[in-house]
């Protein structure tokens, strides 16, 4: 009998659902259907708790002419009839994600593996928890109260402030100290003082772009690729081939990466992605992770989609 996996993706992805090799997820149902598997998908507006036990409306996909398809009369699952389960949504961590991973507090993992672990994915934010890793990551504060990031940015004299709960450079800005807008845009940021925020030391955005790790269980791809800023921006913002150029890791970036990823597996945490700009480590990516399979294909001349996916199954069936 084939294996049974859930992939728990966004409500986008679903509603544009065949095969665009700049979508990971669909590349994982791609590389798993390929190899015998049987591969269901579903949105987090499908899970839900009915007599004390966790059950996904689901879609049975299929793979034909090369493309990717599903059913589109979802079926009522009990989740602890899956092996594996991908919990893949994109942020915002926002209540619907939060509610999403309580549902998924009533699935036994002794009989279903759950990946990326719930319970650890909200205990672990992006942005914040960097702050575990402080010889690898810029200097760098946590707060809402206005007079404490002006501060920060009148000692840094330039800083990047983004939320905590969001993803693909939404909210980020670039602070100046003599910027007459400063306090506009600290105030916007934390919702007048109320929101925490993370408020980073600029390592010349502009120049060089981050370069991405890639990480699965506790291997570090040495493979790389610099994401570079759109045009007028200080951030990647456009995935078009002309913003990404072929990298490899440094020596200090594979041990910071190395390190990062024995204390995410232990956590439940197999699929996690760093981004790095000077060395430093800018952002943890533990909720939905892109791999940028087509770049990295295109990049070094390689199927990085197919190790990628023999390594989570060594991860995940061993």
Known sequence: MSKKVLIIIDDIELKYFE???????????????????DVSVAIKGGL????????????????????????KESEKKLINDFDLVFFRPDPPVDIDYINACYILDFVDTNKTK??????????????????????????????ADVKIIREFVETEKEAII???NRCFGSGIFYLNK?????????????NNGKTAVCVQEYLGHGQGGDK?????????????????????????????????????????????????AKYLTKQGIYLSALDLIDEKVTEINVTSPCYFFREMNR?????????????????TEK
């Open 48 to 71: 839900f708790i009915q007599e004390n036990k966790a059950f996904v409306m689901a879609f049975k996909t299929y793979e034909k002419d090369n493309d990717i398809f599903y059913e």
């Open 212 to 260: 991405r790790a890639f990480i699965v269980g506790e291997k570090v791809y040495p493979m790389s690729l610099r994401k570079l800023p759109g045009e007028n921006d200080f951030r990647f913002n456009t995935h078009s081939d002309k913003y990404f150029k072929q990298e490899f890791l440094t020596e200090k970036e594979m041990t910071a990466a190395q390190n990062i």
């Open 114 to 143: 759950i990946i990326n672990n719930t319970k650890s994915v909200l205990d672990f934010n992006e942005k914040l928890h960097g702050n575990i890793f402080p010889e690898y990551t810029p200097k760098n504060i946590i707060a």
């Open 19 to 37: 095969f665009n090799d700049l979508v990971t997820d669909f590349w994982f149902v791609k590389e798993y259907l390929e190899r015998g598997y």
């Open 299 to 315: 990049l070094h001349g390689i199927k990085f989609n197919e190790s990628v996916i023999e390594d989570i199954i060594r991860v």
């Open 178 to 190: 003599n910027d007459k807008n400063l306090n506009s845009l600290i105030a916007l940021s934390t």
């Open 162 to 164: 983004k939320p905590l």
